[in-house]
């Protein structure tokens, strides 16, 4: 049973930071790349950023580039956000998700709220 476990979300002033993380279980989590989308009030989930299994290469939303950056560490089988300089407009649930199977699997989601 794939379980995806967001952490780390929170209430953060403008220009401040946060580190989410999600711990995976339930597949071979150093064969799948991962990914990051978020969801705003009243908007479409986007996608944040990608990572692929051996983090080799990753790819962010123009939104978010050179202020977030997707990390894992498969020893730990979790894959991290690292988000500085947050902006009001980044809030948001924030959920980790795999691809697993031909079925994409989602996490509870993390609340991240970016406000003065």
């Known amino acids: 049973q794939v379980q995806l476990v967001e952490s780390g979300g929170g209430l953060v002033q403008p220009g401040g930071s946060l580190r989410l993380s999600c711990p995976a279980s339930?597949?071979?989590?150093?064969?799948?790349?991962m990914s990051w989308y978020r969801q705003a009030p009243g908007k479409e989930r986007e996608l944040v950023a990608t990572?692929?299994?051996?983090?080799?290469?990753?790819n962010y939303a123009g939104s978010v580039k050179g202020r977030f950056t997707i990390s894992r560490d498969n020893a730990k089988n979790t894959v991290y956000l690292q988000m500085n300089n947050l902006k009001p407009e980044d809030t948001a649930v924030y959920f980790c998700s795999a691809y697993v199977t031909s079925t994409r699997y989602w996490g509870q989601g993390t609340q991240v709220t970016v406000s003065s």
């Open positions: 339930g597949f071979t989590f150093s064969s799948r790349g």
């Open positions: 990572i692929t299994s051996t983090g080799g290469s990753t």
